[in-house]
């Protein structure tokens, strides 16, 4: 029978090689952004928008939604205005374990 080290054994050596827990962090966080870019645009063409449309009900332009579908541009203010020109809106959870807690819709400032 073939044994495998324990993940407890080689994790701190796969974590060196990568560059530190602060650059896991960091790949983690931009992976998260592109995934949740990526969830945006594909609301965006369920309801058939096109970038362009968005950009206009944001008032921003078209390479700016592209950058947003990418996960290049994720402040909470830019995703809400995003999230807004769809027809919907952010809403802030703060989570305790098992408890979950909408504190507030976030204020979305103008254009």
């Known amino acids: 029978m073939t044994r495998f080290p324990r993940w407890n054994d080689v994790r701190a050596g796969l974590v060196a090689d ?9 790949a983690h966080r931009r992976n998260q952004a592109y995934i949740d870019g990526h969830r945006l645009a594909e609301r965006r063409r369920l309801l058939s928008l096109t970038q362009a ?5 944001m008032g921003v332009s078209k390479s700016r939604v592209s950058q947003i579908e990418r996960g290049e541009v994720s402040t909470v203010d830019v ?9 919907g809106q952010i809403q802030i959870t703060a989570v305790f374990g098992d408890d979950l807690y909408i504190l ?6 103008a254009a």
Not at 18 to 26: H, I, K, N
Not at 53 to 57: C, L
Not at 104 to 109: C, E, Q, S
């Open 18 to 26: 990568a560059g530190g827990d602060q650059a896991l962090s960091e």
């Open 53 to 57: 449309d968005v950009a206009e009900r």
């Open 79 to 87: 995703i809400a205005r995003y999230v807004q020109a769809l027809g």
């Open 104 to 109: 507030r819709g976030a204020d979305t400032p």
